[in-house]
């Protein structure tokens, strides 16, 4: 029996990853073929998956919409193209018309092939940028002053900071504007790490002192996919309240702790708000490599968690455009942030364990949706930037490739040979499955 608690978490899995898969597949694919068709080209097949096909209709122009059975992936198959990749059939091409060849990637003027390509790419970032927004307007901004939201459960203690207070000030130290993060990093080093703590607070018009918990208790508040504390069934919500036998009472004691162990084992007392139980468990922190502000990466001692406020803040709304400057700027540290990873990876100065294949992404895909709809969307958001980037890599047989080819002609003034693009395409092909297996290795012995 014990085998179907695995089983569900497995079911799972793969149904978050065929569920963001398909997704950003299908967004990806509908931009190549809207964008075709309004620039004139045609498409002969869309197809969401590989192999068999399990569904499929012809439209009033032609085009055959497909669900195939192996769906990890998809295509847009336009007329002249031989594959999937969009490879050229030239005894098909040669024989059209030249009203017909207008009709194909191949005889499509070069501003419309362009367009068509990198529709792709642009649809996943479009997705992105409306997504990140979305949910950041669904979020709101943290009101300004700091106002105490819902208080979140906390073992044994009685406070007297409460709902709808306004933070003035804790331990004399005077709250500055939540949205300056420089600010609050040197106020939150100020605060002492104490269990209780005082608040001064703006109740109902009048000033009041009163006693409340560490404002960054070790709670927490979001668990990282493929983590130590993920593996071993820590949760959101969960308090850890001694390490090592050692009573902890602010989010920095406990990651003092963490990287002090140096990847040694350490016990955790963990406090389970829903249940109301005291749990015990023992985790060894692993090396990650994280991105420092100032660029490049440092290698820390993790656990896989992130911390919060004692109390979920008031929030306030933010207008469309603000938020979509927000989703913009998300998806931007996104394709920074892995390009900046990649080239780290490249030169040796972080472990090439950073780069994960079709199961990290599966288990992260599974992790995500265990935590909840927004958080599983959020991710969903993420790896379709991740991977418009990707497609944009000037390796033949991706967007960036055939961008490549027609910046060439562009150039030169012809497009290359039919017998140079085939060889390309092949190496392209290799240098991708190459890629796909290395990735694939790192998810199988990578700790």
């Given at each position: 029996?014990?085998?179907?608690?695995?089983?569900g978490?497995?079911?799972?899995?793969?149904?978050?990853?065929?569920?963001?898969l398909?997704?950003?597949?299908?967004?990806h694919?509908?931009?190549?073929y809207?964008v075709?068709?309004?620039?004139?080209?045609?498409a002969e097949?869309?197809?969401?998956?590989f192999g068999?096909?399990?569904?499929?209709?012809?439209?009033?122009?032609?085009?055959?919409?497909?669900?195939?059975?192996?769906?990890?992936?998809g295509?847009v198959?336009?007329?002249?193209?031989?594959?999937a990749?969009?490879?050229?059939?030239?005894?098909?091409?040669r024989?059209?018309?030249?009203?017909?060849?207008?009709?194909?990637?191949?005889?499509?003027?070069?501003?419309?092939?362009?367009?068509?390509?990198?529709?792709?790419?642009?649809?996943?970032?479009?997705?992105?940028?409306?997504?990140?927004a979305?949910?950041?307007?669904?979020?709101?901004?943290?009101?300004?002053?700091?106002?105490?939201?819902?208080?979140?459960?906390?073992?044994?203690?009685?406070f007297?900071l409460?709902?709808g207070?306004?933070?003035?000030?804790?331990e004399g130290?005077?709250?500055?504007?939540?949205?300056?993060?420089?600010?609050?990093?040197?106020?939150?080093?100020?605060?002492?790490?104490?269990?209780v703590?005082?608040?001064?607070?703006?109740?109902d018009?009048?000033?009041?002192?009163v006693?409340?918990?560490?404002?960054?208790?070790?709670?927490i508040?979001?668990?990282?996919?493929?983590s130590?504390?993920?593996d071993?069934?820590?949760?959101?919500g969960?308090?850890?309240?001694?390490?090592?036998?050692d009573e902890?009472s602010?989010?920095?004691?406990?990651?003092?702790?963490?990287e002090g162990?140096?990847?040694?084992?350490?016990?955790?007392?963990?406090?389970?708000?829903?249940?109301?139980?005291?749990?015990d468990f023992?985790l060894?922190?692993?090396?990650?490599?994280?991105?420092?502000?100032?660029g490049?990466?440092?290698?820390?001692?993790?656990?896989?968690i992130?911390?919060?406020l004692?109390?979920?803040p008031?929030?306030?709304?933010?207008?469309?455009?603000?938020a979509?400057g927000?989703?913009?700027?998300?998806?931007?540290?996104?394709?920074?942030?892995?390009?900046?990873g990649l080239w780290h990876?490249?030169t040796?100065?972080?472990s090439t364990?950073?780069?994960t294949g079709?199961i990290?992404?599966a288990?992260?895909?599974?992790?995500?949706?265990?935590q909840?709809?927004?958080?599983?969307?959020?991710f969903?958001?993420a790896?379709?930037?991740?991977?418009g980037?990707?497609?944009?890599f000037?390796?033949?047989?991706?967007?960036?490739?055939?961008?490549?080819?027609?910046?060439y002609?562009?150039?030169v003034?012809?497009?290359?040979?039919?017998?140079?693009?085939?060889?390309?395409?092949?190496?392209?092909?290799?240098?991708?499955?190459?890629?796909?297996?290395?990735?694939?290795t790192n998810?199988?012995?990578?700790?």
């Open positions: 029996m014990a085998f179907l608690p695995e089983f978490g497995f079911a799972m899995t793969l149904i978050a990853f065929v569920v963001a398909s997704i950003i597949v299908a967004i694919e509908y931009g190549h809207i075709g068709r309004w620039s004139g080209i045609h097949v869309f197809s969401l998956g068999p096909v399990l569904f499929s209709r012809v439209d009033s122009r032609g085009t055959r919409w497909q669900v195939a059975a192996l769906p990890f992936g295509y198959r336009f007329l002249g193209d031989s594959d990749a969009s490879g050229k059939d030239g005894d098909v091409v024989a059209m018309t030249e009203t017909e060849r207008r009709r194909t990637m191949h005889g499509a003027p070069l501003w419309a092939r362009a367009a068509t390509v990198v529709a792709g790419p642009a649809f996943n970032f479009a997705l992105s940028i409306i997504v990140f979305a949910i950041i307007m669904v979020r709101g901004q943290v009101a300004e002053p700091l106002t105490v939201g819902e208080m979140r459960p906390l073992p044994d203690m009685i007297e409460q709902e207070d306004e933070v003035l000030a804790v130290q005077e709250v500055p504007a939540f949205s300056d993060a420089e600010a609050m990093n040197e106020f939150s080093s100020a605060i002492p790490q104490a269990r703590l005082d608040y001064t607070v703006r109740r018009g009048e000033v009041l002192q006693t409340g918990p560490n404002l960054y208790p070790p709670l508040s979001q668990l990282a996919p493929q130590a504390a993920y071993i069934g820590l949760e959101t969960d308090v850890i309240v001694a390490v090592n036998e902890v602010a989010f920095d004691q406990l990651k003092t702790h963490v162990a140096d990847g040694a084992p350490i016990k955790l007392k963990v406090f389970r708000p829903s249940t109301g139980e005291t749990l023992v060894a922190p692993r090396r990650v490599d994280e991105p420092q502000p100032g490049g990466f440092a290698t820390k001692w993790r656990i896989g992130v911390g919060g004692a109390f979920e008031a929030t306030e709304v933010i207008g469309p455009f603000e979509i927000d989703g913009v700027l998300q998806t931007y540290r996104i394709m920074t942030g892995s390009i900046s990876m490249i040796g100065a972080i364990c950073n780069m079709p990290g992404i288990q992260t895909s599974g992790a995500m949706a265990s909840g709809a927004e958080s599983f969307i959020w969903v958001a790896l379709s930037t991740a991977v980037l990707l497609n944009l000037p390796v033949p047989v991706l967007d960036g490739g055939h961008l490549v080819f027609y910046a002609e562009a150039v003034g012809r497009p290359p040979s039919d017998f140079a693009l085939r060889v390309l395409m092949a190496a392209g092909l290799t240098l991708v499955l190459s890629v796909m297996v290395f990735a694939l998810d199988i012995f990578c700790p």
